[in-house]
């Protein structure tokens, strides 16, 4: 299948809900340049703990099927980000898998926050999944604007 992935994660803590660190998480990336134009899929994390920076997990050429399911049928891709997180808040509904044509595009981004067991404090994760159907001839494809644009993004409180 071809097909480009990157994940990008952002987690942080309560620290970061007020300023001036807000405004240094607010200020992370929802995509980044591809290190090449291959099909893959990419990851990035930005933690916190690690002031943000963001850091590249290996590359890998399989897709994680627990966490999206693609599938492919007459030149049309059907992608559906899978909400694989025991975590707040929970999502009754969930949209329907978008349709991607060859040369197009996704970005669909999704939220959780979950209490730390020895502390009771909050983590929150925000996941931007950016993925491109067919071939790649830019490496800054999502910087850009997304052919389609899913935000499950909910109020974390």
Do not use: C, I
Not at 54 to 78: C, I, K, T
């Amino acid at each position: 299948m071809d097909v480009v992935v990157q994940w990008v994660r952002t987690e942080w803590t309560k620290k970061s809900r007020g300023e001036p660190d807000a405004s240094r998480r607010d200020a992370v990336p929802e995509a980044f340049p591809l290190p090449h134009l291959r099909p893959a899929v990419h990851e990035v994390r930005m933690l916190e703990r690690e002031g943000f920076a963001p850091v590249w997990a290996r590359e890998s050429g399989e897709v994680d099927r627990m966490a999206l399911v693609l599938r492919e049928d007459d030149g049309v891709l059907a992608v559906q980000l899978q909400d694989t997180m025991f975590a707040s808040p929970r999502r009754q509904t969930r949209p329907s898998p978008v349709r991607l044509a060859r040369g197009e595009w996704l970005r669909w981004q999704l939220n959780h926050r979950w209490a730390r067991p020895r502390d009771g404090g909050w983590n929150y994760l925000l996941v931007t999944l950016n993925l491109a159907y067919g071939p790649v001839g830019d490496a800054k494809v999502f910087l850009g604007t997304p052919t389609r644009y899913v935000d499950e993004r909910a109020d974390l409180r």
